[in-house]
C-alpha cells in the first residue's frame, strides 16, 4: 500500500477514536467532524487533495462522534461548553 494512504488512513482511525467527546450526541459529532476534518486534511494534503481528506474527514468523524455513546469514550466536557 501506498504509504501516504497508510497515513490517511491512521489519522482517520485516531480521529473516529476520539470522536467521544462530550456527553450529548450533538457534542460528540460536533468534535468528530472537527477532529475528522483536521486528520482528513493533513492525510489529503499528503495525497494532493486537502479540501476532499478534510471533507471526507469530517463526514466520518461526525457519524462516528454521533454513533459513539457516552459511556464509550468518555474525554470530559467540550470546549465549547
Known sequence: MNRNLIIFLTALVF????AG??????DRALSGAGIGAAAGAVGG???????TGAAVGAAV???????????????GKPLWR
Open 45 to 51: 494534503a499528503l495525497l494532493g487533495s486537502p479540501g
Open 61 to 75: 468523524g461526525a457519524g462516528v462522534g454521533a454513533a459513539t455513546d457516552e459511556k464509550d469514550v468518555d474525554l
Open 21 to 26: 467527546c462530550g456527553s450529548s450526541t450533538g
Open 15 to 18: 480521529a473516529g477514536g476520539l
